[in-house]
């Protein structure tokens, strides 16, 4: 099983500043991964899929990079509904097997 | 606008069923393949099982192979969840999810959309 581990647990930051969360997986996924925001009582929301493209809706203050196993969420300029639990998944079909990273929560410094 | 709708959830004692239901609508239910993805309250997120357009793939989570079901009806537009021997392990919210892939495939990509979730108390 690929196991995803997301960095820093908690990121504490302010408004108008920047956001890198980090998420490395235990073997290649190629460009196979999805970054989800969720805020509390909500489902999580689709980010940014195939590791940089922006899902429908997404600002373009957030980007992903990476491939292979390590991948970046890149929130510039954190408005203040940004701040959220965010989590990195990814799509492994053979054998098929989705599993996410552990969650970054971004809080209100 | 995609609608998932959510149902059959509540609380359930160890060692019974349930069967969950998402309603689908505002997309064409049979060019995507269709997740079930949980979560335990104030825990992450965990995939639990996917089925593919025309149901030729189907695959689970380890923690939940040999007791759940994914099987979906493309006439109704309904996907559904069999859950047998639940454990208190089982306990979380239970989101239907859509995959990001559409057409004739039965390769597994991201969740585009998803619902709002029913949640599934198992407890004695």
């Known amino acids: 099983e690929i196991v995803l581990t997301q960095s820093p647990a908690t990121l504490s930051l302010s408004p108008g500043e920047s956001a890198t969360l980090s998420c490395r997986a235990s073997q290649s996924v190629s460009s196979y991964l999805a970054w989800y925001q969720q805020k509390p009582g909500q489902p999580p929301r689709l980010l940014i899929h195939?590791?940089?493209k922006r899902a429908t809706g997404t600002p373009a203050r957030f980007s992903g990079s990476g491939s292979g196993t390590s991948f970046t969420l890149t929130i510039s300029d954190l408005e203040p509904e940004d701040f959220a639990v965010y989590y990195c998944q990814q799509v492994n079909n053979w054998p098929p097997a989705l599993t996410f990273g552990g969650g970054t929560k971004v809080q209100l410094k | 606008e995609v609608r998932l709708v959510e149902s059959g959830g509540g609380l359930v004692q160890p060692g019974r069923s349930l069967r969950l239901s998402c309603a689908a609508s505002?997309?064409?239910?049979?060019?995507?393949?269709m997740h079930w993805v949980r979560q335990a309250p104030g825990k992450g997120l965990e995939w639990v099982s996917g089925i593919s357009w025309n149901s030729g793939n189907i695959a689970y989570a380890d923690s939940v192979k040999g007791r759940f079901t994914i099987s979906r009806d493309n006439a109704k537009n309904f996907l559904y969840l069999q859950m047998n021997s639940l454990t208190t392990d089982d306990t979380a919210m239970y989101y239907c999810a859509k995959d990001i892939r559409v057409g004739a495939t039965t390769r597994f990509g991201h969740f585009e959309d998803w619902g709002q979730g029913t949640l599934v108390t198992v407890s004695s």
């Open positions: 505002g997309f064409t239910f049979d060019d995507h393949g």
């Open positions: 195939d590791a940089t």
